[in-house]
C-alpha cells in the first residue's frame, strides 16, 4: 500500500500519557489511534454515525484489528493516519490504517468490522447505499472479500 492510495488522513499529536519510559509510544495506544482515526474516517463519508445506527438496531462490531511495527511514534510527535476501505463481505468489510510521521511509515493495521442486528447479535447484510457511499469516497475501489 502506497501513502498516496490513502484518501483520508487524520493528524494526531502523541501525548506524554501515551509514551513509555523511554518516550516511544506504548504499543497499546495505536489500538486507539486507528480508533480515533477511523472515527473521523466515517464522519467524513456522511453516512450514519454510532448513535443513528444504534436507534436502527444495528451496530459495527469489531471482528479483527491487527497492527504491525516498523519503526516507533515518539512523544510530541505529529502523526498522519491514513484509513482506506480495502474490502466488502456480505456483512463484513475491511479497512487499512498506516501511520505516518512525515515521510516515515511507521505503524501498518487492519480493522475488520462486522455489520450486525443488535437484537439478535448476528451479521447482516452491508446496506448498498453504504457501499457506494464509501467507494465513491475512496480513490481505489474496495475489493470483495
Keep these: 500500500m502506497a501513502r498516496q492510495d490513502f484518501s483520508f488522513f487524520h493528524s494526531l499529536r502523541v501525548r506524554w500519557a501515551e509514551v513509555d519510559m523511554q ?64 474490502g466488502f463481505g456480505r456483512t463484513s468489510v475491511r479497512f487499512v490504517v498506516e501511520i505516518h510521521h512525515g515521510d516515515e511509515h511507521l505503524i501498518s493495521g487492519e480493522l475488520v468490522y462486522v455489520y450486525a442486528d443488535t437484537s439478535i447479535r448476528k451479521g447482516v447484510p452491508w446496506p448498498d447505499a453504504w457501499r457506494e457511499a464509501i467507494t465513491r469516497f475512496e480513490k481505489l475501489a474496495p475489493e470483495a472479500l
Excluded: S
Design 23 to 86: 518516550g516511544i509510544v506504548f504499543n497499546g495506544h495505536y489500538l486507539t489511534y486507528f480508533d480515533v482515526a477511523f472515527t473521523e474516517y466515517w464522519r467524513a463519508t456522511g453516512l450514519p454515525g454510532v448513535l443513528q445506527q444504534a436507534q436502527e438496531g444495528k451496530e459495527m462490531f469489531a471482528r479483527k484489528a491487527t497492527i504491525e511495527y516498523q519503526a516507533p511514534a515518539r512523544f510530541d510527535d505529529v502523526l498522519d493516519i491514513g484509513v482506506r476501505c480495502a
